[in-house]
C-alpha cells in the first residue's frame, strides 16, 4: 500500500512539474532545457501589457514590437531567476519604480527604441547585478545619477540617440567597473571637466554625433584604460593642449567631421598604442585644416605615421585659397609659412 501511495504521489508531482513547465503566456514563444528557459514575444500587436502566467523559471525574456506603453510592480513578480530582459521597440512611457524589485539576477535590460522622457530615481536600485543597461532610442533629456546608485556591477552603458542636453558632473560617479559608454548622437554641447573621473575600467567611449565644441584640459585624465575614442560629428573647432596625454592605451581616435584648422604641438606624442590592433587608428578627415604654420606639427607627424590614419588623401587644405584641395602630406615647408 505504501509503494502504491509513493508511486501515485510521483505521478501527480510529475505531471504537476511537467504542467508548470510548458506553459506559455498567450501570443508567446517559450523554450525550455535544464538551466535556460526562454520566452518570446514579439511582434505581437494586439498585446498592450506584460502577458500574465510568465514560467516563474524564466530566465530570458523577451517582449519587442509590441504595443504596451507602461511596466507596472506586479510585472515581473516572482521570476527570481530572470538574467536577460528584452524590451525595445514597444511604446513604453512610463516605468513604475519597483518593477524590477525581485529581479535580482537581472544582468541584461535592453529598453531600445522606446518613448521614455524620464525614469523613477530608484528604478534600478534592486538590479544590483545588472552588466548591461540600454537606453538607446528613447526621449531622455537629462539623466538623474540616483539611477545608477547601485549599479557598480555595470559594464556597458548606452544612451545613445536620445535628447540629451547637459550631464551633470556626478552623473557616472558610481559606474567604477563600467567598460563601454554610449553618449552618441545626443545634443550635448559640453562636458562637466570631472564627468568620468570615476571610472578607471572604461575603454570605450562614444561622443560621436553631438554638439561640443571645446573640452576642458583634464576631461580624460583619469581614463587611463581607455581603448576607442569617439568624437566624430561634433563642432570641436579647437583641443587644448595635452588633452590626450594620459591615454597611453588609445588604440583608436576619431576626430572626423568638426571643425578643425589646426592641432596643438604635440598632441599625438603619447598615444604610441593608435592603431596597434587594426594598423589604423586614427581618423582626422572632414575638417577645414588651414595650412600656415600652425599646422607644422600635423604635417611633421603624418610624415612618420601616415600609416596609421584613415582615409590619408582625404586630409586636404581648406585655407589658404593658394593651396585649397591639395594634400597636407604633400606640402612643403615654404608651402607652410613658417
Known amino acids: 500500500m505504501d509503494v502504491l501511495k509513493i508511486t501515485v504521489v510521483l505521478i501527480l508531482s510529475y505531471f504537476s512539474f511537467s504542467s508548470s513547465v510548458t506553459n506559455c503566456p498567450n501570443y ?59 524590451l525595445s521597440s514597444n511604446l513604453l512611457e512610463n516605468i513604475s519604480s519597483g518593477v524590477l524589485k525581485e529581479v535580482h539576477q537581472l544582468r541584461i535590460l535592453d529598453l531600445t527604441n522606446n518613448l521614455l522622457t524620464t525614469l523613477p530615481p530608484n528604478v534600478f536600485s534592486t538590479a544590483f547585478n545588472l552588466a548591461s543597461l540600454i537606453l538607446q532610442g528613447n526621449r531622455l533629456q537629462t539623466v538623474n545619477p540616483s539611477w545608477f546608485c547601485q549599479l557598480q556591477s555595470l559594464e556597458w552603458l548606452d544612451l545613445s540617440s536620445n535628447m540629451l542636453t547637459s550631464l551633470l558632473p556626478n552623473t557616472f560617479h558610481n559606474l567604477t567597473n563600467l567598460l563601454i559608454l554610449d553618449l552618441s548622437s545626443n545634443e550635448l554641447e559640453y562636458l562637466p571637466a570631472n564627468l568620468f573621473n570615476k571610472m578607471p575600467n572604461l575603454e570605450r567611449l562614444n561622443l560621436g ?75 582626422l578627415s572632414e575638417n577645414p585644416w588651414i595650412c600656415s604654420c600652425d599646422l607644422k606639427y600635423l604635417w611633421q607627424w603624418l610624415a612618420v605615421n601616415s600609416e596609421k590614419v584613415y582615409f590619408l588623401n582625404t586630409l586636404v587644405c581648406a585655407k589658404p585659397e593658394a593651396l585649397r584641395g591639395k594634400e597636407i602630406k604633400l606640402l612643403s615647408e615654404e608651402e607652410l609659412r613658417c
Open 209 to 283: 554625433e553631438n554638439q561640443l565644441t571645446v573640452f576642458a584640459p583634464a576631461t580624460f585624465d583619469h581614463v587611463i584604460n581607455l581603448k576607442y575614442l569617439f568624437l566624430n560629428c561634433n563642432k570641436i573647432g579647437k583641443i587644448p593642449e595635452g588633452l590626450f596625454n594620459k591615454l597611453l592605451q588609445l588604440d583608436t581616435l576619431d576626430l572626423s567631421d568638426n571643425k578643425l584648422t589646426s592641432l596643438p604641438q604635440r598632441i599625438f606624442d603619447n598615444l604610441l598604442q593608435l592603431g596597434a590592433k587594426w594598423d589604423q587608428g586614427l581618423d
Open 28 to 86: 508567446c514563444t517559450c523554450y525550455f532545457s535544464s538551466n535556460i528557459t526562454s520566452v518570446t514575444c514579439v511582434s505581437v500587436e494586439s498585446l498592450f501589457n506584460i502577458p500574465k502566467n510568465i514560467p516563474t523559471q524564466t530566465t530570458i525574456m523577451s517582449i519587442e514590437f509590441t504595443n504596451i506603453s507602461a511596466l507596472t510592480d506586479k510585472d515581473f513578480v516572482g521570476l527570481f531567476q530572470l538574467r536577460e530582459l528584452h
